[in-house]
């Protein structure tokens, strides 16, 4: 299951978030969104796993990412 790191409010994380809905991928199911906004244990796993403080960030398994195009380039390989 992916795991988006993310705060309402973020353009950045809004436009993975829009992407993965065009999808109709199911939230519980196919992905998870975890709070990070500051201040939060979302964005203290953020800093642990990834070094940066900065979101959208993106887990699946081992593999993790930050820039929300990228993230997107990623989702859109991985369910066509």
Request: hydrophobic share 35%; glycine share 8%.
């Amino acid at each position: 299951m992916l795991k988006l790191y993310q705060y309402d409010g973020c353009p950045y994380c809004s436009k993975v978030v829009r992407f993965i809905e065009t999808l109709n991928l199911k939230q519980g199911l196919d992905y998870e969104l975890v709070e990070a906004s500051r201040g939060t244990k979302g964005r203290e796993e953020v800093v642990r796993l990834g070094g940066m403080s900065q979101v959208p960030f993106l887990v699946d398994g081992n593999h993790w990412m930050y820039e929300s195009s990228d993230i997107i380039d990623y989702i859109r390989r991985k369910f066509s």
